[in-house]
């Protein structure tokens, strides 16, 4: 029998729609904060984390279909969150339940996204959005909460320009410089603190996520952060041992102050280490081209081949975008491939002590597969050192 607190939630929703620039349209319930969202529609396939996805910077701008039915059972708290915001311009979920339980949990989906002021609907067929997302490519659309009017979502959506040619780095990264000591969570004592300093590793932020900066501390990484647009040469300044290229969202392309940074590094020795976006720009600073997907990875269970022993790790991905194996340069191998869409998963310089991944191997959430690409750049840096 539904609780007193699930009746008063299940009274209080609000008719919400969705509509695709295709003209697809869903009819279902708001359970967010009353408004209109627009943005590029994605699915993920995760199992788990919708915190970890609302909260990536990765997402600025995309709408999110979550295609495991059930979404908020257990809740949210103010640990599993990836950065100080919700990135997700909106949620698309099939199901919210009544009741949520964790031991963790601090607050319902429903206040959290009206309390970030997020719109979201539910109670529409995630399947049948799905299957659309995936025949015709990743769609523009518009979430509308409240007042319902169709030709206006519709006009909005066909209005939203795409992420195609889209620079968001510089949009969603840190305004200024900080330092960051934060390391991984573990059940007795929550999140830990670097215990040691061997490296000292300066990382550029186009919308990093906090567990990607949690996995280079817990390696004895002193980091420091810097805006996406920051000079190469403020970088080289500080003298790092290695220097790291987060994720982030947006067309890679349109980046040019990125490139021309990684290309200066790129001219010392140093170690560097992407990943995602980072990985893209890296690609791009080498000479080689990127690729707009048709509807992109997203999920926590993508297999990635690694080419030189034939091994396969089970990974977390969000990207829209791809490095085109094709324009790869001499002196960019590749290291990982997708076996989905065997699309470029990875890349490393001949020349340089440079290499990036397309996934995001910290796993939040996810698996563990991946990990050891961190520790990779911890060979190089140590390498680099001796």
Known sequence: ???????????????????????????????????????????????????????????????????????????????????????????????????????????????????TKRVAIADIDTRRLTRIL??????????????????RALELAKEFPGLKGMDLAKEVCTDKQYSWNESTWDLVN????????????????????????????????????????????????????????????GDPEPCDYAIKAIQD???????????????????????????????????ANHPVKTLENDRVMITSQNHGFAVDEATLPENLTATHRSLFDDSLQGIHRTDKPAFSFQGHPEASPGPQDASPLFDHFIELMEQAKA
């Not at 995936?134 to 030709?151: F, L, M, P, T, V």
């Not at 186009?206 to 900066?213: A, D, Q």
């Not at 810097?226 to 290695?242: E, I, R, Y």
Request: charged content about 20%.
């Open 265 to 299: 590094i790129l001219e010392t020795d140093i170690p560097v280490f992407g990943i995602c976006l980072g990985h893209q720009l890296l690609a791009l600073a080498s000479g080689a081209k990127t690729i707009k997907m048709k509807f992109g990875h997203h999920g």
């Open 190 to 249: 929550g999140y830990g603190e670097r215990q040691e300093s061997k490296f000292k590793v300066v990382a550029y932020d186009y919308g990093v996520k906090k567990n990607i900066l949690r996995m280079l501390a817990e390696r004895g990484c002193e980091l420091t952060v810097v805006p996406a647009q920051t000079p190469a040469k403020d970088v080289l300044a500080m003298n790092p041992d290695g220097v790291f290229l987060s994720n982030g969202p």
């Open 134 to 151: 995936r025949d015709k490519g990743a769609q523009n659309g518009c979430i509308i909460a409240g007042d319902i009017d169709e030709a």
């Open 1 to 115: 029998m539904p609780t007193q607190e699930s009746q008063q939630l299940l009274s209080s929703l609000q008719p919400a729609i969705l509509v695709l620039e295709d003209g697809s349209v869903f009819h279902g319930s708001s359970i967010g904060y009353d408004g209109q969202a627009v943005g590029e529609v994605v699915f993920n396939t995760a199992m788990t984390g919708y915190q970890e996805i609302l909260t990536d910077p990765s997402y600025a701008k995309q709408i999110v279909t979550l295609t495991y039915p059930h979404i908020g059972n257990t809740g949210i708290n103010s640990e599993d969150v990836e950065s100080d915001q919700v990135w997700a311009e909106g949620l698309i979920i099939r199901d919210l339940p009544l009741l949520h339980s964790n031991w963790r949990s601090e607050e319902t989906l429903t206040d959290y996204l009206k309390r």
